[in-house]
């Protein structure tokens, strides 16, 4: 079993920086692909960003382009997303994920693992 944890999450205000972690832990890990998804109050989870573990290949929403970038540490088996000038739309519990096969980055069901998510809070 994979465990996933994240961490990094806070109040922060409009125009900031925070640096979000995600820890997996568990079995020998070796996912085909990591991402993060946000879901705000009353609305869907979401895709925010991808990366493929092996190969390091990303993709990102077009809402987060040139603001967010995903990174992974495949030695510590940990997997970021550096979120650069936020705006209050960005405020969400953020989720790291893990899945075992290949398939579209952008589903929600096409992972396996979760992690319990950390909230980002971006003030006007």
């Known amino acids: 079993q994979v465990q996933l944890v994240e961490s990094g999450g806070g109040l922060v205000q409009a125009g900031g920086s925070l640096r979000l972690s995600c820890a997996a832990s568990?079995?020998?890990?070796?996912?085909?692909?990591m991402g993060w998804f946000r879901q705000a109050p009353g609305e869907e989870r979401t895709i925010v960003a991808a990366?493929?573990?092996?190969?390091?290949?990303?993709y990102y929403a077009n809402s987060v382009k040139g603001r967010f970038t995903i990174s992974r540490d495949n030695a510590k088996n940990t997997v970021y997303l550096q979120m650069n000038s936020l705006k209050p739309e960005d405020t969400a519990v953020y989720y790291c994920?893990?899945?075992?096969?290949?398939?579209?980055?952008?589903?929600?069901?096409?992972?396996?693992?979760w992690g319990q998510g950390t909230q980002v809070t971006v003030s006007s």
């Open positions: 990366v493929r573990w092996s190969f390091g290949s990303t």
């Open positions: 994920a893990a899945a075992v096969y290949s398939g579209s980055y952008y589903y929600s069901s096409n992972y396996d693992y």
């Open positions: 568990g079995r020998t890990f070796s996912p085909h692909r």
